[in-house]
């Protein structure tokens, strides 16, 4: 099956920008939708944005609709998550998700932890106000 990994958090200020990355590696073709969620302490795992394999159908969570934008280079088997205008309740630790369901990216709104089965380790946000 595919594997993932993130990367590309770190600690910025309230109103900051960051980019996040999806590396896709092994079996990617089984990769059909791919999903960025995060999780704060204390809290459960949330979907944020969702990305179809052919980079067509999007859906974003509605608390981040506006400073979001989810992309994807299949040729380079990444998907990456641009983030704008940071809010201090954004810092989380980011998840990408794989499902090799396509359908799952049909969803109307943010995508659902339980449709992916894939998880990389995650890369933490950090905005301080």
């Known amino acids: 099956q595919v594997k993932v990994a993130e990367s590309g958090g770190g600690s910025v200020q309230d109103g900051g920008s960051l980019s996040l990355s999806c590396s896709m590696s092994e079996d990617t073709d089984s990769n059909k939708c791919t999903g960025w969620f995060r999780q704060a302490p204390g809290k459960g795992r949330e979907g944020i944005a969702s990305?179809?394999?052919?980079?067509?159908?999007?859906r974003y969570h509605d608390s981040v609709k506006g400073r979001v934008t989810i992309a994807r280079d299949n040729r380079a088997s990444i998907v990456y998550l641009q983030m704008n205008d940071l809010k201090p309740e954004d810092t989380a630790m980011y998840y990408c998700?794989?499902?090799?369901?396509?359908?799952?990216?049909?969803?109307?709104?943010?995508?659902?932890?339980?449709?992916?089965?894939?998880w990389g380790q995650g890369t933490q946000v950090t905005v301080s106000s």
């Open positions: 998700g794989s499902s090799s369901t396509w359908s799952n990216c049909l969803r109307a709104d943010e995508p659902r932890p339980g449709d992916f089965s894939v």
């Open positions: 990305i179809d394999n052919g980079g067509t159908v999007v």
